[in-house]
C-alpha cells in the first residue's frame, strides 16, 4: 500500500501534543533555560502553535505583541490573540481588559 502525499501547500494542524511541545520550547527559548535565550525563536514558537489553536500559545503571543517582543508591536494584535484566549486564561483576560482600559 502506497502513502499519499499531502499537495505542496497544504498542511495538517499540529497535534495537541506537538502544539504543546513547540509552546513549551518557546518558554525555554524566552527563559533561557538549557538553551541560549532567543526572544526570535520563542516568538516564532508562539506563532506556530496559537496558529494551531493551542490556547496557552495564543496568550503568550498576545503578551509578546502587547510588548513589542520580537513582533511588531501592536495593539490590535495584542487584542486578536489575547481575545482568543481570554476566555480559558485569566492572565490574558487581565492584560487584554488593561490594553482595552489603557487604548
Not at 11 to 25: E, G, M, Y
Request: glycine share 10%; hydrophobic share 40%; charged share 25%.
Amino acid at each position: 500500500m502506497t502513502r499519499r502525499r499531502r499537495p505542496s501547500g497544504l498542511q495538517r494542524a499540529p497535534r495537541v501534543a506537538t502544539r504543546r511541545r513547540v509552546f513549551q520550547r518557546g518558554l525555554l527559548y524566552l527563559r533561557g533555560v538549557g538553551v541560549p535565550k532567543s526572544e526570535h525563536l520563542a516568538a516564532e514558537d508562539f506563532a506556530r502553535a496559537a496558529s494551531a489553536g493551542f490556547i496557552p500559545a495564543e496568550a503568550q503571543l498576545g503578551w509578546c505583541c502587547a510588548n513589542g517582543i520580537e513582533v511588531k508591536k501592536g495593539l490590535n494584535q495584542a487584542i486578536r490573540w489575547l481575545s482568543l484566549a481570554e476566555p480559558k486564561t485569566p492572565d490574558a483576560a487581565a492584560l487584554l481588559a488593561k490594553i482595552r482600559g489603557g487604548h
